[in-house]
């Protein structure tokens, strides 16, 4: 796989020649400009060379929470993959001139590395959410592959012991761990275990097993092409997630505008 680099980003521009992932820098913030496939060529490739990969999405509410809370832009920016999951950011980067490659949606990327994982026959383990929830992703997961080997399963709420929690992960004999906690709780809590985790991968997955559950219906295919799947969550959970989108969305809008208007000083400067 040849890696691409984009002339109008190439000075905030890092080749790592080892997973022939484009890390870019954009508006401060650390991304890696990929497709669904070259993330999974990539992802496996160290998995089958059992190399810790710590992976991350970042949406448009995620990119502006990272720039007010510290320990968050830490958790993430650590990450060895940090994939777009959102096209207001996609389109973000290109308003400015960059390319970040296409969204990288969690859940779709959390179902091909289930697929992975079920030929390879590598041990999984489903970490969060509720534990009749997280009980129903389990069985759905092994009635679409019967072969998958899902070393284990907890639900999310174990906060007056993590460390038994992590105990349990790491003698399970998992590979791959998916973490399905609220942001930031679940990148702070990959990146305070990950030495102790004992598997190859770990990906935080947000609410994708409510969705693999059955509990929140994932938008059309044609809302999450236009990027209004973030649309169809407040239409579904309207209390809880209004607010939160239309604030993250916002402060997102002045961001981009900022940065538009000084590049474009920046230009007529040159000039």
Known sequence: MKTRIDVASAANTVVD???????????????????MAGTLACLEQRIVARQFTQHVVVNVAKFV???SDDMLRASVEECDVINVDGMGVIWGGRLLGMDL?????GVDLFSRLIELAAA???????LGA??????????????????????GFHHGYFWDDEEAVVER???SGARLLFVAITSPRKENFIARWKDRLGVDFVMGVGGTFDVVAGVVRRAPVWMQRSGLEWF???????RRMWRRYFKTNLA???????????????VGFDE
């Open 17 to 35: 020649q080892t997973v022939n992932l484009r890390r870019v820098n954009f508006l401060g913030t650390k991304l890696d400009a990929s497709t």
């Open 169 to 171: 992960i790491r003698a």
């Open 130 to 151: 509720k534990d009749e929830v997280v009980r129903e992703v389990s069985r759905r997961l092994l009635d679409r592959h019967p072969a998958l080997p899902i070393a």
């Open 252 to 266: 997102f809008a002045r961001l981009l505008i900022r940065a538009k208007v000084s590049s474009v000083n920046s």
């Open 120 to 126: 390879k026959n590598y041990p999984v383990y489903l």
């Open 232 to 238: 169809y969550r407040v239409l579904q959970e309207p």
């Open 101 to 105: 490659g296409e969204r990288v949606a």
């Open 65 to 67: 929470h990272m720039r």
